[in-house]
């Protein structure tokens, strides 16, 4: 480490000629180096946790769900070939095909969103803001694994420049970053991230091209060759089938348990409890591994970045509003087989996990004091299930119930103080 110190002592000098390069030193040095020292003792400080730390806790919860996700990428594909339909049969060419996938939208999200938050930076003579380390992160995770890139791009550099400069940057933006990206592709190109249908297939098969279905490279990576049972279908054209919530809406949770996929001229359950709980679905990269996410949202309660109330809160919203439509599912919707869905396999479908551990939790956005966490997270929790059950052009919620409870945040907190006031100056009259 005193050899990078001392190589970034030596280019500060250079550095400090130009805005832009000095901005980009500032930044590197920051990440490498600062804050260099930290609280370990005091009767009023309590830690030593800064902005980079807070951020850093967080990508290291998404973790788990960037490995299940990569892994599932390849998984859907080679299972769509009719090869490895074992999750753990050909996992290196799952691992690799995936990340072959994943890296590009990771690489495009990060190009544009750090260098509009360089050109900011340098443009407004101030630090790098460790902000766009969790945004970045996230929005892989919340699109589907064959998103154009320009499309990604695009919806990149609108969330960073709107949401976040436009108000001030981090720290400042009153709507999850992450989750305008997500609504802008939603609205502008419907078509790429909405609908009844999933991808699961590229038309081609990116390993095979890549090492041959002989090729003695495949054992430098310990990896065996592709079975000659697969050949026929290497070359196909992808394919798509309906999302576990597209069965639940039209003919509710009997028609998602009873979703097959032959394989081999056997028939097998495609959306079982544990297909849905463990992610081994086709759909967004990283919402779809629900213990990946369940660990990661542990550990960002242990490490105090999330808020429990939130997360508990969200859950008793959906559950409570859930029971209430199965309550009501055969008296008043007598024809509606997605209210009638269990409120408890509510859970299992969509995204519900991902965005309680990673968006409703976001600190900039949500509500600030102890009471509003619990109203802000109940409400969440109850709109995004009468969104997803009740909406009949997309049957899913939590995208724009977070976002419409992001504006709200501040009058519940507003709500919640003005309360606690007249309280206690009731108390002071007495």
Same mark, same amino acid.
């Given at each position: 480490m ?7 002592d030596?280019l500060?000098?250079?550095?400090? /000629?130009?805005? !832009?390069?000095h901005?980009?030193?500032d930044?590197?040095d920051t !990440?490498?180096f600062?804050?260099?020292r930290v ?10 946790m800064?902005?980079?730390r807070?951020?850093?806790h967080?990508v @290291?919860?998404?973790? @788990?769900c ?13 299972l ?7 999750i753990?049969?050909?996992l290196?060419?799952?691992? @690799?095909?995936?990340?072959?996938q %994943?890296?590009?939208l990771?690489?495009v ?6 260098? *509009?938050?360089?050109?900011f930076?340098?443009? /407004?003579?101030?630090?790098?803001e ?11 995770l919340i699109?589907?694994?064959d ?6 791009a695009v ?6 420049? *709107?949401?976040k400069?436009a ?9 999850n970053v992450?989750l305008a990206?997500?609504v ?5 190109y419907?078509?790429e991230?909405?609908g ?6 590229y038309?081609?098969?990116f390993m095979?091209?890549?090492?041959g ?7 430098l990576?310990?990896? #065996?060759?592709?079975p000659d049972?697969g050949l026929?279908s290497?070359?196909i054209?992808?394919?798509?089938g ?12 009997d028609?998602?348990?009873g979703?097959t ?9 495609q959306? #079982?409890?544990s297909n849905?709980?463990?992610?081994i679905?086709?759909g967004s990269?990283g919402?779809?591994?629900k213990?990946a ?12 970045i999330?808020?429990w109330r939130?997360m508990?809160s969200?859950?008793?919203?959906c559950a ?5 439509m199965n309550?009501?599912a055969? #008296? ?6 997605f ?9 299992l479908l969509g995204s519900? !996990?991902?965005?309680?551990?990673f968006?409703?939790t976001d600190p900039?956005?949500a509500?600030?004091?102890d009471t509003?966490k619990l109203v802000?997270?109940f %409400?969440?929790g109850a709109?995004?299930l ?14 724009l119930?977070i976002?419409?409870?992001?504006v709200f945040?501040?009058?519940i907190?507003y709500t919640?103080l003005?309360?606690n006031?007249?309280?206690r100056l009731?108390?002071?009259v007495?």
């Amino acid at each position: 480490m005193k050899f990078i110190r001392d190589t970034m002592d030596k280019l500060e000098p250079m550095a400090k /000629k130009n805005a !832009f390069l000095h901005t980009v030193y500032d930044g590197i040095d920051t !990440f490498l180096f600062q804050p260099k020292r930290v609280t370990n003792m005091g009767a009023h400080i309590r830690d030593g946790m800064d902005l980079k730390r807070t951020m850093i806790h967080v990508v @290291l919860a998404m973790q @788990l769900c960037y490995f299940a996700g990569t892994l599932n990428i390849g998984h859907q594909h080679y299972l769509s070939l009719g090869i490895y339909p074992g999750i753990f049969d050909g996992l290196g060419y799952k691992l @690799l095909y995936g990340l072959f996938q %994943l890296l590009p939208l990771f690489v495009v999200v990060h190009v544009v969103g750090l260098g *509009i938050e360089f050109f900011f930076a340098a443009k /407004k003579g101030h630090s790098i803001e460790e902000g766009f380390l969790v945004s970045g992160a996230l929005i892989p995770l919340i699109m589907p694994p064959d998103i154009s890139l320009w499309m990604l791009a695009v919806a990149t550099a609108f969330s960073v420049i *709107i949401v976040k400069e436009a108000f001030g940057g981090t720290g400042m933006n009153i709507l999850n970053v992450a989750l305008a990206c997500r609504v802008f592709i939603f609205f502008a190109y419907p078509g790429e991230i909405s609908g009844d249908s999933v991808w699961v297939s590229y038309d081609y098969n990116f390993m095979h091209k890549l090492f041959g279905v002989e090729s003695h490279t495949l054992g430098l990576l310990g990896l #065996s060759s592709i079975p000659d049972a697969g050949l026929q279908s290497l070359t196909i054209d992808g394919f798509t089938g309906a999302t576990p919530l597209a069965l639940a809406a039209q003919g509710g949770w009997d028609a998602v348990q009873g979703a097959t996929l032959t394989i081999d001229g056997v028939a097998h359950q495609q959306y #079982s409890v544990s297909n849905l709980l463990w992610g081994i679905v086709p759909g967004s990269i990283g919402e779809m591994n629900k213990v990946a996410i369940i660990i990661g949202a542990v550990i960002l309660i242990a490490t105090g970045i999330g808020s429990w109330r939130i997360m508990v809160s969200m859950i008793v919203g959906c559950a409570v509003t859930g029971m209430i439509m199965n309550a009501l599912a055969v #008296s008043v919707f007598p024809d509606s087989p997605f209210i009638a869905v269990p409120w408890y396999h509510q859970f299992l479908l969509g995204s519900f !996990f991902f965005a309680m551990a990673f968006m409703a939790t976001d600190p900039v956005t949500a509500a600030a004091t102890d009471t509003g966490k619990l109203v802000f997270g109940f %409400l969440i929790g109850a709109i995004g299930l009468i969104v997803r059950v009740l909406n009949p052009a997309y049957p899913e919620g939590w995208m724009l119930a977070i976002l419409f409870l992001n504006v709200f945040a501040p009058l519940i907190d507003y709500t919640v103080l003005q309360a606690n006031i007249k309280r206690r100056l009731k108390r002071a009259v007495q």
